[in-house]
């Protein structure tokens, strides 16, 4: 019995950004797990109060440098809701398209994020080989890979060709094959022996711990924002994916269960597309406040605007998923993990600490 | 907002327990700085609606925490303090911001300038 | 007939001998890349590594990190001598666990968490491959009645013949010692920041680096002795070089389709099949021995 004292960050190579855990082990198992953030706090929420509305949308869209398309929807949803306007459908199912390319590329990184946590290099490798394949598609939608810049208050900038439709069909058709092909990697040994029963977080533990996104639907909680319909999400045929695993295997499978999802989806807008206009002008004052929700790939995705009637807005409150989900990974990091399963653990809730700390 | 409570420090933890029963979800909370005084709104969430508790309170009165009934209030709380300066019970400084870092940088008196336009 | 290697031949490979677990590493990264879809760096990264990490100032924590650095590489300089002129396996063996020894003080010499778990798995890892690597030098010695490397030379078939089973669980071994998923565990990138080298820099981590080396070459060497051919030292070459080559093709394979795993499902592993297997074949040998005595 050897007690001591890990500092597991802000510098370690499974964290892309800067988190904090200090954990108390014993040997190898860990008794306490101490969360620290405030590596990367940028003050986005005051920048939302002096700029322009019109330039925040490129504001929220660097809050964020993975889920781009969600942030900004969140926030015209919201600015748009106060203008007392809506976009038009078109604009919205191009919107949806954007989330959820967004979503596939998203759970394409976190899967080889995770190979790579646990030593499985040729899967990172691979997954992310594939990822490149659907970056390249948003490129040749939006003309931009990371940064798309498709939302304005209300619509988008950018009307998508009958091309690109045809382009994006084959891309996804391309994408989910390939994502069959190294399906088999659930039923892997080594990754089953690594994910299995590691992180617990019971449905009871979820909900107390305000958990958000494929962590809780990870612990049967059936949590989807886009089952409420917003955008084109009405009007498209789709569950939310639910296992009760409430392990790190179990949260692997939503995400793989999402991806197919999202393909199905987008499959879903190609067909339903609408015809028209793209984009609503209005000179509205903002007035009042309005609560945005959006299904970010990591979770809820909650935006919370204030307007005073004036040009800038009074309020902006951000609330990304990761910040939800934090408080959950002390709870699984806390149950007595090994060490070697940190990563794993803290992995598993796809942590984005940029975007927490804004 | 639809489904607002006017709550005051006094009812803030009743009407918390009330949420925790109907067994919603915390979703966050909100600080806003209105010239005289201040305000938080908890936001909870049962999957189908939202509700909101909106507490308003003096510049350095000290307010209650919820984290005791609610544990993932803990950092959103430590965010308010620390971008705020405000006070809640229980809850100290220093997630965000280090000890070098602006003072409450979040209030309407603080000073910013913007570096877009 | 017996075959004496030359003492120049001897000479020549003591000195190539790190060289040779170099060129092993680099080959390594190279086929690893191709086979996860990238380029991967030059054949000779390891060795350009070296170089420049003893170009760099050393920023070292303890004065006893030194020694034992100096003292892991000692040890195994000492025992790949031995390997090349033919000497005894066991002491080959117990100075090479001697060297190991060195390297988990120096984590446990300095105060890092990372390098202390580093150091604590070190010693998970060495229980996991000391009884496996020893039972397959008894066996070898069981099979040539003599511990000595050179009498294998003297046998009349490959040892392989007799025992292959030892050699499928030296694969566990050489996995370790590759530092290989799915047994990676001391030097676990994303898990303890290699672990216990985290604390060494500039001149004394390439001294590790270069530990490594030869620590490759001695398990890819003890490994492919199996594959000596008795009374043809062309064919020997030959068969050794290409079995050492399938081992290590094995191994990079292995890498490729695993997930690291926890030290205690390695313990599991290892004295589970790579033990059972020592036993079960020496024990065939022995009946066989038996009934081909009583008739």
């Given at each position: 019995?050897?007690?001591?004292?890990?500092?597991?960050?802000?510098?370690?190579?499974?964290?892309?950004?800067?988190?904090?855990?200090?954990?108390?082990?014993?040997?190898?198992?860990?008794?306490?797990?101490?969360?620290?953030?405030?590596?990367?706090?940028?003050?986005?929420?005051?920048?939302?109060?002096?700029?322009?509305?019109?330039?925040?949308?490129?504001?929220?869209?660097?809050?964020?440098?993975?889920?781009?398309?969600?942030?900004?929807?969140?926030?015209?949803?919201?600015?748009?809701?106060?203008?007392?306007?809506?976009?038009?459908?078109?604009?919205?199912?191009?919107?949806?398209?954007?989330?959820?390319?967004?979503?596939?590329?998203?759970?394409?990184?976190?899967?080889?994020?995770?190979?790579?946590?646990?030593?499985?290099?040729?899967?990172?490798?691979?997954?992310?080989?594939?990822?490149?394949?659907?970056?390249?598609?948003?490129?040749?939608?939006?003309?931009?890979?990371?940064?798309?810049?498709?939302?304005?208050?209300?619509?988008?900038?950018?009307?998508?060709?009958?091309?690109?439709?045809?382009?994006?069909?084959?891309?996804?058709?391309?994408?989910?094959?390939?994502?069959?092909?190294?399906?088999?990697?659930?039923?892997?040994?080594?990754?089953?022996?690594?994910?299995?029963?590691?992180?617990?977080?019971?449905?009871?533990?979820?909900?107390?711990?305000?958990?958000?996104?494929?962590?809780?639907?990870?612990?049967?909680?059936?949590?989807?924002?886009?089952?409420?319909?917003?955008?084109?999400?009405?009007?498209?045929?789709?569950?939310?994916?639910?296992?009760?695993?409430?392990?790190?295997?179990?949260?692997?499978?939503?995400?793989?269960?999402?991806?197919?999802?999202?393909?199905?989806?987008?499959?879903?807008?190609?067909?339903?597309?609408?015809?028209?206009?793209?984009?609503?002008?209005?000179?509205?004052?903002?007035?009042?406040?309005?609560?945005?929700?959006?299904?970010?790939?990591?979770?809820?995705?909650?935006?919370?605007?204030?307007?005073?009637?004036?040009?800038?807005?009074?309020?902006?409150?951000?609330?990304?998923?990761?910040?939800?989900?934090?408080?959950?990974?002390?709870?699984?990091?806390?149950?007595?993990?090994?060490?070697?399963?940190?990563?794993?653990?803290?992995?598993?809730?796809?942590?984005?600490?940029?975007?927490?700390?804004? | 907002?639809?489904?607002?409570?006017?709550?005051?420090?006094?009812?803030?933890?009743?009407?918390?327990?009330?949420?925790?029963?109907?067994?919603?979800?915390?979703?966050?909370?909100?600080?806003?700085?209105?010239?005289?005084?201040?305000?938080?709104?908890?936001?909870?969430?049962?999957?189908?609606?939202?509700?909101?508790?909106?507490?308003?309170?003096?510049?350095?009165?000290?307010?209650?925490?919820?984290?005791?009934?609610?544990?993932?209030?803990?950092?959103?709380?430590?965010?308010?303090?620390?971008?705020?300066?405000?006070?809640?019970?229980?809850?100290?400084?220093?997630?965000?911001?280090?000890?070098?870092?602006?003072?409450?940088?979040?209030?309407?008196?603080?000073?910013?300038?913007?570096?877009?336009? | 007939?017996?075959?004496?290697?030359?003492?120049?031949?001897?000479?020549?490979?003591?000195?190539?001998?790190?060289?040779?677990?170099?060129?092993?590493?680099?080959?390594?990264?190279?086929?690893?890349?191709?086979?996860?879809?990238?380029?991967?760096?030059?054949?000779?990264?390891?060795?350009?590594?070296?170089?420049?990490?003893?170009?760099?100032?050393?920023?070292?924590?303890?004065?006893?990190?030194?020694?034992?650095?100096?003292?892991?590489?000692?040890?195994?300089?000492?025992?790949?001598?031995?390997?090349?002129?033919?000497?005894?396996?066991?002491?080959?063996?117990?100075?090479?666990?001697?060297?190991?020894?060195?390297?988990?003080?120096?984590?446990?010499?300095?105060?890092?968490?990372?390098?202390?778990?580093?150091?604590?798995?070190?010693?998970?890892?060495?229980?996991?491959?000391?009884?496996?690597?020893?039972?397959?030098?008894?066996?070898?010695?069981?099979?040539?009645?003599?511990?000595?490397?050179?009498?294998?030379?003297?046998?009349?078939?490959?040892?392989?013949?007799?025992?292959?089973?030892?050699?499928?669980?030296?694969?566990?071994?050489?996995?370790?010692?590759?530092?290989?998923?799915?047994?990676?565990?001391?030097?676990?990138?994303?898990?303890?920041?290699?672990?216990?080298?985290i604390e060494y820099s500039g001149g004394y981590l390439a001294l590790?680096?270069?530990?490594?080396?030869?620590?490759?070459?001695?398990?890819?060497?003890?490994?492919?002795?199996?594959?000596?051919?008795?009374?043809?030292?062309?064919?020997?070459?030959?068969?050794?070089?290409?079995?050492?080559?399938?081992?290590?093709?094995?191994?990079?394979?292995?890498?490729?389709?695993?997930?690291?795993?926890?030290?205690?499902?390695?313990?599991?592993?290892?004295?589970?099949?790579?033990?059972?297997?020592?036993?079960?074949?020496?024990?065939?040998?022995?009946?066989?021995?038996?009934?081909?005595?009583?008739?």
């Amino acid at each position: 019995m050897v007690k001591s004292t890990i500092t597991f960050g802000p510098q370690h190579p499974v964290f892309p950004e800067p988190i904090q855990f200090i954990l108390k082990v014993v040997d190898e198992k860990v008794v306490l797990a101490e969360p620290q953030i405030g590596y990367v706090h940028r003050g986005i929420e005051k920048a939302f109060e002096l700029n322009d509305p019109k330039d925040n949308i490129f504001l929220a869209e660097r809050i964020c440098g993975i889920c781009p398309a969600p942030h900004t929807t969140a926030y015209v949803r919201g600015v748009e809701s106060l203008m007392g306007i809506e976009a038009p459908p078109r604009a919205k199912y191009i919107r949806t398209i954007m989330n959820e390319l967004n979503r596939i590329h998203s759970h394409i990184l976190w899967a080889g994020l995770l190979g790579d946590a646990i030593g499985f290099e040729s899967y990172f490798m691979q997954t992310w080989n594939y990822r490149e394949k659907v970056l390249d598609a948003i490129e040749k939608i939006s003309g931009h890979r990371v940064t798309y810049a498709m939302n304005a208050i209300g619509g988008v900038r950018r009307d998508m060709t009958n091309e690109q439709l045809r382009g994006l069909e084959k891309t996804m058709d391309y994408v989910e094959s390939s994502l069959e092909n190294i399906e088999d990697v659930m039923k892997d040994y080594t990754i089953k022996k690594r994910t299995q029963g590691i992180g617990i977080l019971t449905e009871e533990e979820a909900r107390r711990d305000g958990a958000v996104g494929p962590t809780a639907r990870a612990s049967g909680i059936s949590q989807d924002l886009r089952t409420s319909g917003y955008d084109a999400y009405g009007d498209l045929k789709f569950e939310p994916v639910v296992v009760n695993n409430c392990d790190s295997y179990g949260r692997f499978a939503v995400r793989w269960q999402e991806l197919k999802q999202s393909i199905d989806l987008i499959r879903q807008c190609i067909v339903k597309m609408p015809s028209g206009e793209i984009l609503t002008k209005s000179n509205n004052p903002m007035n009042g406040e309005a609560i945005s929700r959006v299904e970010a790939p990591r979770g809820e995705l909650f935006y919370y605007i204030k307007g005073n009637g004036s040009k800038k807005l009074e309020r902006v409150k951000v609330r990304t998923p990761t910040f939800a989900n934090i408080i959950p990974t002390v709870t699984m990091l806390s149950k007595g993990c090994q060490v070697a399963d940190v990563s794993v653990i803290v992995l598993s809730m796809d942590p984005c600490i940029s975007c927490t700390e804004r | 907002m639809q489904n607002e409570i006017q709550v005051n420090s006094a009812t803030l933890i009743g009407e918390t327990l009330k949420m925790l029963e109907a067994k919603m979800r915390f979703a966050t909370a909100t600080c806003l700085d209105i010239g005289d005084h201040f305000e938080i709104i908890y936001h909870f969430d049962n999957g189908n609606e939202m509700k909101h508790l909106r507490l308003s309170f003096k510049d350095g009165e000290e307010v209650p925490s919820i984290r005791a009934l609610y544990a993932c209030a803990r950092f959103i709380e430590s965010e308010i303090v620390d971008l705020f300066g405000v006070k809640i019970s229980g809850v100290s400084a220093g997630l965000l911001l280090g000890s070098d870092s602006p003072v409450a940088p979040m209030r309407k008196s603080a000073p910013a300038k913007s570096e877009v336009n | 007939m017996n075959f004496q290697p030359s003492i120049l031949f001897s000479i020549l490979l003591s000195i190539a001998a790190p060289f040779i677990g170099m060129l092993i590493l680099g080959f390594d990264r190279k086929i690893t890349a191709r086979m996860q879809n990238r380029v991967g760096p030059p054949i000779l990264q390891p060795f350009y590594d070296v170089v420049k990490l003893f170009g760099k100032s050393e920023l070292m924590v303890k004065k006893a990190q030194i020694l034992f650095a100096l003292m892991f590489v000692g040890t195994l300089l000492l025992s790949t001598v031995l390997l090349c002129f033919g000497g005894d396996l066991l002491v080959i063996f117990f100075l090479i666990s001697t060297g190991m020894i060195f390297y988990t003080l120096g984590a446990y010499s300095v105060k890092s968490g990372f390098s202390f778990i580093g150091g604590n798995r070190e010693l998970y890892q060495m229980l996991a491959y000391e009884p496996i690597f020893m039972l397959t030098v008894f066996s070898v010695g069981l099979i040539t009645k003599s511990f000595r490397v050179d009498q294998i030379f003297g046998l009349e078939v490959p040892l392989v013949a007799i025992i292959p089973l030892p050699l499928v669980s030296m694969m566990i071994v050489f996995l370790i010692k590759m530092q290989k998923s799915p047994f990676d565990i001391s030097t676990a990138h994303t898990e303890i920041i290699s672990g216990p080298m985290i604390e060494y820099s500039g001149g004394y981590l390439a001294l590790l680096k270069i530990a490594h080396w030869y620590e490759i070459f001695l398990v890819i060497g003890i490994m492919s002795l199996f594959f000596v051919v008795p009374g043809n030292p062309v064919l020997t070459v030959v068969s050794m070089a290409a079995a050492g080559l399938a081992i290590y093709f094995v191994s990079i394979i292995i890498d490729n389709v695993t997930a690291r795993v926890h030290w205690n499902t390695m313990l599991r592993l290892s004295a589970a099949i790579g033990i059972t297997l020592i036993v079960v074949n020496v024990a065939i040998v022995y009946i066989v021995a038996y009934i081909a005595g009583g008739a």
